[in-house]
């Protein structure tokens, strides 16, 4: 390996401020270390920049930027840069493509050492959430994790199931959803029975919570099912809808299953009309 050595920061001129020094900045970098950014993204058509200032050992100051585009899977997608020996003054990264809001874009930026996916991690500079106007600096920069926060709120219109099948959808990888509201409308064929209308969290193998509405329904009607975080507990709103409250509390992790749960579901029923309002928060950290 390199010899590494310290640099001090150096004293003002003593015209300015006698014996006093500036403030240590910069990140020295042996010709073994090196940048490694790390995005998780939920957005299609992003694109980030980054951009550093960087000292040589000749004393010589370059600026340089890098294009890092970052996968909308929520998946990590990681980016390495050489730098080489030198000091690291200062960087920042910025939305240059793509209009992400607070949640959806989370970077973090770490030197380390080597470039393969088992390289020795250095120090981590900054980790936050990336915006179309909010951008990443270091110095000054904060390190958090992806999950601090209110979460990036989320209208999901999704697709029906078959018919005489129940509602049944999954928190995709690389999530972590806080249900808020699922509504969707049932319509009964002709088969004489009274259906029964749950939502239902299931953490696989077992349901963890049935929500049932109050009243049943018929053959040949419609109904709307509203399950909404806040409202009162079992509502009749009208003939064609019914309230019913969201539990409240858990987040639900990547693979968990909700839906509904309907009780005497005949094979011409169908549900349509699947929305639901989720914060989401990735699992960047």
């Known amino acids: 390996m390199a010899n590494e050595r310290h640099i001090a920061a150096p004293e003002l001129p003593e015209s300015a401020a006698p014996r006093i020094r500036l403030a240590p900045g910069g990140f020295a970098l042996t010709n073994e270390d090196n940048l490694r950014l790390t995005s998780f993204n939920a957005l299609a058509g992003v694109q980030l920049t980054l951009t550093y200032r960087f000292l040589q050992p000749n004393g010589s100051i370059i600026v340089a ?15 390495r840069y050489v ?48 915006t179309a106007v909010q951008a ?15 979460g990036y709120p989320r209208l999901i219109i999704d697709t029906q199931p078959a018919a005489g099948a129940d509602v049944v959808k999954l928190v995709p990888v690389g999530a972590r959803w806080a249900m808020l509201a699922f509504t969707s409308t049932l319509t009964t064929g002709i088969g004489v029975a009274n259906r029964r209308a749950h939502f239902s969290f299931d953490q696989t193998p077992t349901a963890y919570a049935l929500l049932p ?7 040949s009607a419609s109904v709307d099912y509203f399950w909404a975080a806040g ?23 990547a693979g968990t299953s909700f839906g509904t749960l309907t009780a005497n579901l005949q094979a011409a029923d169908q549900w349509t009309g699947v929305r639901y309002f989720v914060h989401e928060w990735l699992e960047g950290s």
């Open 231 to 253: 409202c009162p507990s079992d509502v009749a709103y009208s003939n064609t809808a019914e309230l019913q409250s969201m539990l409240v509390g858990p987040n639900l992790l």
């Open 83 to 130: 730098l080489g020996a030198g000091i690291l003054l200062n960087l920042t990264v910025i939305v240059s493509t793509g209009s992400p809001i607070l949640g959806q874009t989370f970077c973090r930026i770490e030197v380390i050492r080597g470039l393969t996916a088992t390289a020795l991690l250095v120090g981590t500079l900054v980790a936050d959430n990336v």
């Open 136 to 150: 990443l600096g270091w110095p000054g920069g904060t390190i958090r994790s992806s999950l601090d926060g209110p």
């Open 213 to 219: 509405m109050a009243r049943v329904q018929i053959a």
């Open 65 to 79: 930027s890098e294009v890092h585009t970052p996968a909308s899977d929520r998946s990590a997608t990681r980016s």
